[in-house]
């Protein structure tokens, strides 16, 4: 269990080194530690070594650990891909969800809010690589569904999200980090001004804070390699 303190404090220093490359405080690069397919305890162990913030994308086990660790207080994000007999559970256990890329799962979320909690953090997901990825609303779409998400009661629209394709190729990968910040800066002369871009994952975290990204989604680099499913 050390590694796991180990690994998040080697990837606090990448997120440092990154963010002082291009200028950038580290302070405006949240980390959310992925932990899906982990078990409780791996969770616990980032906890102790001070991580707050932790990503799920799988509705059961994501709220049985959210439930089960609830006397921690950690902050919890639905990061997978949600289908709309999932949201009550969604919208009970979780404090943001970064994975919205139609109405209709916004509007339920919304509805489905305790009106005595605050309002639900939810991102845009962006498809930025066209064909190559199936999840997310198309860069063209994006504008529209997040000022029709802005207008939902219960939710807080906060940001954009995406998950390139991967790749090796450094020019194509801040193209496609690319498109969230100009998405953003759109909206923000519609008047929508977001404060997240969700974007860097293990292996590309340099790329996308480079590219703007005020939110990092890391599972493999704290908790080690997951089995496949
Ligand atoms: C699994 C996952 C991550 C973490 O990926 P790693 O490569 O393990 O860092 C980030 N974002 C989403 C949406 C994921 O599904």
Redesign the pocket.
């Known amino acids: 269990m050390t590694s796991i303190s180990t690994n998040l404090q080697a990837v606090r220093d990448r997120i440092r080194a990154a963010a002082q490359a291009c200028g950038r405080g580290p302070e405006e690069v949240v980390l959310l530690a ?1 932990s ?1 397919t982990w078990p409780a305890e791996a969770v616990r162990a980032a906890a102790a070594a001070g991580q707050r913030a932790f ?1 799920e ?1 799988y509705v059961q086990e994501g709220c049985a650990k959210a439930e089960g660790l609830a006397e921690l207080g950690l902050e919890w994000h639905f ?2 891909p949600l289908q709309s007999n999932k949201t009550r559970q969604v919208a009970m256990h979780f404090d943001w969800v ?1 994975s919205i890329d139609r109405l209709k799962i916004a509007e339920r979320l919304s509805a489905q809010r305790d009106v005595h909690r605050p309002p639900l953090n939810v991102c845009i997901q962006v498809n930025v690589s066209g064909e190559a990825s199936k999840s997310g609303v198309a860069p063209a779409d994006a504008a529209a569904l997040a000022q029709a998400v802005a207008g939902l009661p219960r939710l807080r629209l906060r940001g954009l999200m995406c ?1 390139p394709e991967p790749t090796d190729d450094p020019a194509l990968l801040a193209a496609r980090f690319g498109v969230l910040g100009e998405l953003r800066a759109r909206l923000a002369g519609e008047g929508l001004a977001l404060d997240t871009l969700s974007m860097g ?3 590309d975290l340099e790329a996308a804070i480079a590219a703007g990204s005020t939110m990092v ?5 704290i908790f080690g390699e ?1 089995r496949q499913a």
């Open positions: 992925v899906k990503g994308n990061i997978g970064h998950i994952m293990s292996h989604r890391v599972g493999t680099a997951r």
